[in-house]
């Protein structure tokens, strides 16, 4: 079986074998990436149309007690200048986004002790009294199922939570012995459980990570069956224990972003600010291999480079109207549309039809 046969096999089966799967991620060449590609955007049209949806994300907290190995605002960087947003920022983010379009916030922080259950939840609960036809994804680590149940009361919709690897030896590698991988999977089948629209994804290249660790973790989410699946290239940091590992492989995460939308037609899938900061027109290459969300900033300038995940992260400097207005002309080049719409999962309605 040639590559071509291996895609058109992932695009009916939407599975490959682990040596089929190794195959393609090792020796696609251009011709085959480009094939792979539009067949990608042939699923991702059948499904979605022509529809980009945006997601205003808002970075509400950049203090963290985990001390994760390849994140800038891990807790052993004492370089990193520590902020919290208060509930009326945060909702003056939100008020700004639904006011250029945003029908969707995403609540992005480190797993910050502060916001506790309650101070979350009555969050949740006033944004959703503002905007009722507006989507809350939450985004702040591995937390008690007591807590996501309440949040999931409150009114979150949506919850993100990559798990990064999937094999345990890669796992070790990236995160200290206080972590555990069975706990991170735990939090996502029990997200799944309470019928959260659930995200996972992994960083591409991180360090140690070999094809059979991609492999897995391409298994582990088929059997999740997420609704969002995020990945981009791992970036360094410089005040990380990785900060002289080398980045992540752009053109391994659009082969895998392609290879993603075959296996998973109906799942919402980000061309990610991670993307756009390793090549300059990351994100149009991302939609062309079968994205179909950006998630671009609606936290206040003041703290956006206080967020830092990696070095050189973009748009950290313009107000959220230009960033808004700059995406659209960035989507519209490669030839979609950013739409006013919560953007939900198809994945639950692909599934009952098949």
């Not at 052993?76 to 250029?100: F, H, M, P, V, W």
């Not at 944004?127 to 507006?134: F, L, Q, T």
Request: some cysteine; charged content about 30%; proline content about 4%.
């Amino acid at each position: 079986m040639n590559n071509r046969e291996r895609i058109d096999q992932l695009k009916k089966e939407k599975t490959l074998s682990k040596n089929d799967l190794h195959k393609l991620l090792t020796t696609a060449d251009d011709a085959d990436r480009e094939y792979l590609f539009a067949v990608a955007r042939e699923v991702r049209e059948a499904v979605y149309g022509k529809a980009v949806y945006v997601r205003g994300l808002i970075e509400f907290t950049n203090i963290c007690r985990n001390d994760c190995y390849y994140c800038g605002i891990r807790k052993s960087n004492q370089k990193a200048e520590r902020y919290r947003l208060t509930k009326e920022q945060i909702l003056a983010c939100a008020g700004d986004g639904y006011e250029l379009g945003f029908r969707t916030f995403v609540l992005q922080g480190g797993e910050d002790p502060y916001y506790t259950r309650e101070r979350l939840a009555d969050i949740v609960r006033s944004i959703k009294e503002n905007y009722p036809d507006c989507a809350i994804t939450l985004s702040v680590g591995e937390r008690d199922r007591e807590d996501y149940v309440c949040w999931r009361e409150a009114g979150a919709d949506r919850y993100l939570l990559r798990h990064e690897t999937a094999e345990e030896d890669h796992y070790r590698r990236l995160h200290p012995s206080a972590m555990s991988l069975a706990r991170r999977k735990e939090c996502l089948y029990t997200l799944r459980e309470l019928g959260y629209q659930v995200g996972a994804g992994f960083m591409v290249g991180s360090p140690g990570q070999t094809v059979d660790n991609l492999i897995a973790d391409l298994h582990f989410l088929q059997d999740l069956r997420p609704h969002m699946i995020g990945i981009g290239p791992f970036l360094a940091h410089q005040d990380t224990p990785f900060g002289s590992e080398p980045d992540g492989s752009y053109e391994m995460t659009l082969l895998l972003l392609g290879i993603l939308r075959l296996m998973f037609p109906g799942v919402l899938l980000p061309a990610t600010t991670a993307l756009g900061t390793i090549a300059p027109d990351g994100r149009e290459k991302g939609l062309l291999a079968g994205a179909n969300v950006l998630m671009p900033n609606l936290s206040p300038v003041a703290v956006r480079k206080k967020y830092e995940l990696y070095d050189n992260k973009i748009c950290t400097g313009e107000e959220s109207a230009q960033c808004r207005d700059c995406l659209a002309r960035r989507v519209e080049s490669v030839g979609y549309e950013i739409v006013t719409d919560r953007g939900d999962s198809r994945v639950e309605v692909l599934r009952e039809t098949d």
